[in-house]
């Protein structure tokens, strides 16, 4: 799976856990974009999380 090129955020593990508490193996998957930026002058398309994408910590390409 991709990972945030920015703050590096990708997949972790945890557990479903039923009524009963039995655990079972899941999976957290990042909210990874794929956005157009400008970066050093030249516009990239790099893979990026929500929450960087709202803090405004790379400029968008227009």
């Not at 999976?27 to 956005?35: E, L, P």
């Not at 002058?41 to 968008?60: D, Y």
């Amino acid at each position: 799976m991709a990972k945030c090129e920015i703050c590096g955020k990708g997949t972790t593990f945890g557990h479903n856990v039923s009524h009963s508490i039995r655990r079972t193996n899941r999976s957290f998957k990042a909210n990874i974009r794929k956005v157009r930026v400008v970066k050093n002058g030249t516009t990239r398309r790099i893979n990026i999380c929500a929450r960087c994408l709202r803090s405004n910590k790379v400029e968008r390409a227009v």
